[in-house]
């Protein structure tokens, strides 16, 4: 009987990196104080007996680190860990548990590389198993619960939290003392109540098998940073980030990406000088950022960032700029992506 039960259930592998998911603190009350990427991902598994009625979950740990310290490096050798994983046949979807930090920064970046229809899931948590009202086993529980159901199949990567099934693209850490956390400016895909998922939309953006990007080609990451942007801005960041050597700038502008007067030279050189300047912007529930419209781009021959925040601009500068340097193409990207 267990063994046909076994049959029956999809077979999910949880990819544990880190995070307060894996997090453990002094004491109950300690729901912000604690250290992130402590336990280990049988621990993890084991802390929910639950996910076996869900799967068939085995566990293996890619990684033990707090997710703002993840380098591209750690980026390819997961993307290349879940391609493996989801080619394998006896493998039906895909959990990546995460520090949240930098959570919608690797959601996006599988959402563009992995050429797959199988559910990837990445899940995080606000607090640390080891505090009152800890979310890590439910937001666990409804990761698996996603990743082994059939209608997650062809969404692109996602992200449980909260009970929402939010798009890895969209999706963006908003708060950083609420489970609340995770919103998505367009709103989440779904629910996950009791196991079960509900769906209300669809990602109208490319993504997995119909990305142009692929993991396996990608070689190393090329060097993109952000700039942030305020009143009384100077350009002694750009000038520096372009020295580092920089490919690529993701202006974290104002407003509508907008460039402050004192910066506009320097960015305008700086282009000239083959550097990609990208213009995101910083608003906290969504930037919009339209071409031409606080800013001439086609006279500088600039790229606009669209609606992805600049930490996500980064993400797709990156893979971007593994296939084209030409703007144009760069910008196309980002719209369709
Ligand atoms: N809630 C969290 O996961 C934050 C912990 C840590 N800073 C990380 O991102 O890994």
């Known amino acids: 009987k267990e063994a046909e039960t076994q049959q029956k259930l999809a077979n999910v592998v949880v990819l544990a990196t880190g995070g307060t998911i894996a997090g453990a603190g002094a004491s109950a009350a300690n729901s912000a104080t604690y250290q992130a990427a402590k336990v280990g991902i049988e ?68 959402n563009l590389v992995e050429k797959t229809d199988k559910p990837i899931i990445v899940v995080g948590s606000m607090r640390p198993g080891t505090a009152m009202s800890a979310d890590g086993m439910l937001n666990l529980y409804n990761a698996v619960a996603v990743a082994s159901s059939k209608d997650a199949r062809g969404k692109g990567v996602l992200v449980t939290m909260n009970d929402e ?22 709103g989440p895909l779904g629910m996950v109540v009791e196991g079960k998922s509900y769906w209300f ?13 692929d993991i396996k080609t990608i070689e190393s990451l090329p060097d993109v940073e952000i700039a942030y942007s305020y009143g009384n801005v100077s350009d002694t960041a750009y000038k520096a980030l372009a020295q580092s050597g920089a490919k690529a700038i993701i202006h974290a502008g104002t407003g509508n990406g907008s460039v402050s007067s004192r910066v506009v030279p320097t960015l305008q050189a700086l282009r000239k000088d083959g550097v990609q300047i990208i213009r995101s912007s910083h608003v906290n529930a969504g930037g919009f950022v339209l071409r031409n419209a606080e ?10 960032a669209h609606d992805l925040n600049p930490q996500k601009a980064r993400i797709l500068a990156m893979v971007a700029l593994t296939k084209t340097n030409d703007s144009k193409e760069l910008q196309r990207m980002f719209w369709e992506y």
């Open 43 to 110: 621990q993890l598994i084991a802390a929910v007996p639950q996910l076996g009625q869900l799967a068939n979950v085995r566990g293996e740990q890619v990684m033990q680190i707090a997710s703002e310290s993840i380098t591209n490096d750690n980026l390819l050798q997961l993307g290349r860990r879940v391609a493996e994983l989801a080619d394998s046949k006896d493998v039906d979807g895909i959990v990546i548990t995460h520090g949240t930090d930098t959570l919608e920064e690797t959601a996006y970046f599988l």
């Open 295 to 304: 800013q001439p781009d086609d006279k500088y021959d600039w790229v606009v």
């Open 165 to 186: 099934i939010q798009s890895g693209r969209d999706v963006s850490k908003m708060i950083n003392i609420k489970t609340e956390a995770f919103k998505s400016a367009w």
């Open 201 to 213: 939309r669809l990602p109208a953006k490319r993504h997995t098998m119909d990305s142009e990007f």
